[in-house]
Each structure stands twice: as C-alpha cells, then as structure tokens.
C-alpha cells in the first residue's frame, strides 16, 4: 500500500472530493509522478499533503475515478468486499433470489463506489462491461470475487468491454488488442425471466451488455395502462415493452426498429411467450418515418430512442431530437392517448427533457398532461454524492 503513486493537486481543488465526488478532472491537478500507465492505482492529495481518496489513473478529461475514500491495498479482498456490498445491496431491495427475475444489474458504476465498471446479471452469466482502463486491468480480481460470492449459482463470466473501451483510444497497458470473451464458463443458458416474462439474451452480439435491464419497472408500468390498446412500441429492441403489453392484454402491439437484428429479437421473445402471435406485427423502419405515416392508429405509444448525445456539445441536436420526435407522437396519437416517453442521454438532464417535450406539445398543438415522472430503478443507484448518475428519465403523457 505505501508504494502507491502520489498525485498532488492545486490549492482549492480537493472541495468536491471531501463532498465525495468520485471523479478528479486534469485541470485540478498540479503534480503526476513520471512513468504512470493508464489504469494504475494512485493516491491523491491536496496541495497540503491531505489524503483525499485512491483510484485508478487514466489520461483524459476525468483524470481520476476514485473507489475508496479511505487508504486501502486494493487486493483481492477489497475487490470481493466491494463487490459483496453490490450483491447485499441487490439482496436487500428484493432481486437476489426472487423466482420470477433473474436478471438484474449488481454494479452501477458510481451509484455502487466502482466508477468505471458495469456488472449485469443473467440467470447465471454474469457479463462485465469497463469503463475504464482502470476497471479493464481488474476483470480477474472481479472474475474472482464473483465467484466466490455467487458459488455453484454462476456458470459464465462474459467481459464486453471492447465497445465501452475501444472507441476511447487511450492506450491499453499490456493489451495487444481488445477482443470480448469469456473469463469463466461459457454462458450457455442465455434464457432469463424478468417479472415471469421469458427474453432471449444475446450479451455476445446484442447491443449493452445484451439487454435494457433499466427499463424493468417502467415496462411494468407500461403493463398497467395497456389492456385493449392499441400499442406502438418504437425503437424497440428486443421487444420488452411489447411484450408487457401483449401480456397485459392489448388489443394490438406494433413493434418498430430499424435494425433487421433487433426486430428478429423481437420476434424471438414474442414467440417465446406467446406462440406465434396475431396480435403483434413487427417493422424494420425508421422510427421517425414511421410516426410520420401512421397518425391516428394508436391509443398508446412507447418511445425509447438510443441516446442522441454522449457529449455536451451534441446536447443542443439531442435535445432538437427529442422534440421533434414527441411532437410526431403527440400528433399522431388517438384523443385520450397515452405516451410513455424517455431520454437516455446522460448530458440532457430531466430539465432539459422536461424542456423539450414541452416544446413538442406546442409544435403538437395539443393539450398534454403530465401523469408520472419516470427514472431509472433501484438496481441503478444514484450516489447522492454522484447525481450524474441519473441518466434515465421520462414521462407518461396523456394526450387530450
């Protein structure tokens, strides 16, 4: 422990850090030892030689991500008890062991005090996606812990973080080149039940770690207001929403995605619950297009777009999306519609959303009421230390 590198930063930087915020950017420090690689372990310090936190190094506009606000040897105990208070966590609001779900998220990142990492759940396979080279460097320790923890229970362990990391360029240490695969096991049962609903997971070649653990409860809720609707689930991937409503009984579901990959999905988990189904009708479309050229068919709509901005200065174009968007759906809808509506785009915050959809109503020319405010649910923790965290929002409309 005492041979870990020291970073030092400027006068007055150290306040967001006893506030525990994880993150140091670089233009709070003054000092970086030579010879640091990315994804070492460091240490850092106010300018008066104050201990601040530990956590991993990597050259960027986030400097450091810290995990432990306290000295700590970040061996393979720590990693395991880090991991454990995930798992006590997601034991304590109801998914370890509940018969009807068993796929979930186990670490959130900061929301968990592992910044940079991503651990989802699937009926046994357990997939990790890095966000950092940091997190990258300690897949093995992770692996390790997750076996200890889970037992018999975990047969895979699947690391995908060659889309979180390979786009970056930063450079890897000791790594040739980054390539997905398997850590332990080799993941065979790739059928999960979330809420008694049966999904097919493709953690290999789907999009994420292989499915919108997120959305569960709002698919719940999408459950509650869709019996005899007719229901246009837009952007849907592998068709969790549609199949919620199916369950609940609507009338007619109508499942839409531009990708040829997502709509065979979709048609694969309805199949897998229903049979062959004449209530569904699945469409390889753009969503856009789509809305344009089917008004005054649906009572109910689902819009979850992929997220129209990673970066601040795509905010403004996200945020016209989003408009222009919800105003096609506002427009098209039946009187007396309801539309469940969402942003996953971490730099347009509930405000700016809020902002938009407003904006949309007004384009719209229509009467709009605000029944619920949606979010990302408990499996997702926000630190209250971190709000960044909270990148899911939404809202359930109705339509006059």
């Not at 670490?107 to 996606?129: F, H, K, R, S």
């Not at 049966?198 to 919108?212: A, L, P, R, V, Y």
């Not at 979709?266 to 009708?281: M, R, V, W, Y």
């Not at 009572?299 to 174009?317: L, S």
Request: include cysteine; proline fraction near 4%; charge should be neutral.
């Amino acid at each position: 422990m005492n041979g870990i590198p020291k970073i030092v930063l400027n006068p007055g930087k150290e306040q967001s850090l006893k506030r525990f915020h994880p993150w140091v950017f670089s233009g709070a420090i003054k000092k970086i030892p030579d010879g640091l690689e990315n994804g070492d372990v460091v240490e850092v310090y106010s300018s008066h030689d104050e201990y601040l936190g530990t956590g991993h190094y990597q050259k960027g506009s986030i400097m450091v991500r810290l995990f432990s606000f306290e000295k700590v040897n970040p061996d393979d105990a720590f990693w395991k008890s880090k991991i454990q208070n995930a798992f006590e966590y997601r034991r304590a609001i109801g998914l370890i062991g509940n018969e009807n779900t068993n796929v979930y998220r186990l670490v959130y990142g900061e929301g968990d005090g592992l910044p940079g990492l991503i651990v989802d759940y699937y009926n046994g396979t357990a997939v990790i996606q890095a966000h950092s080279i940091g997190m990258y460097r300690e897949r093995n320790h992770i692996t390790d812990a997750l076996k200890e923890i889970y037992g018999e229970k975990l047969k895979a362990v699947y690391d995908k973080s060659k889309e979180s990391l390979g786009s970056s360029g930063a450079k890897i240490p000791g790594a040739k080149e980054l390539k997905n695969g398997y850590l332990f096991g080799n993941g065979s049962e790739k059928q999960v039940l979330e809420n008694g609903h049966k999904f097919q997971i493709d953690w290999e070649e789907g999009q994420k770690t292989g499915f919108f653990i997120d959305q569960r409860e709002n698919r719940q809720l999408v459950a509650h207001y869709a019996r005899d609707k007719n229901v246009l689930d837009c952007f849907c991937y592998a068709g969790g929403f549609s199949v919620y409503a199916l369950q609940a009984g609507a009338k007619e579901v109508h499942s839409v995605d531009s990708s040829k990959a997502a709509i065979k999905l979709t048609d694969a988990n309805i199949n897998l619950n229903f049979g062959e189904d004449k209530s569904h009708t699945s469409h390889v479309a753009d969503a856009f297009h789509f809305l344009e050229n089917n008004p005054s068919v649906y009572d109910m709509m689902v819009i979850d777009p992929p997220a129209f901005a990673k970066h601040r200065d795509a905010r403004h174009q996200a945020v016209m999306g989003y408009r222009r968007l919800n105003a096609l759906a506002i427009k098209g809808i039946k009187p007396r519609g309801i539309i469940f509506t969402f942003s996953c785009s971490q730099v347009v915050d509930k405000y700016l959303f809020h902002g938009a959809i407003m904006a949309a109503a007004i384009d719209a020319g229509r009467s709009i009421r605000i029944v619920k405010y949606l979010s990302q649910p408990a499996d997702h923790p926000i630190s209250i230390y971190h709000p960044e965290g909270e990148y899911l929002k939404g809202m359930i409309l109705y339509v006059d």
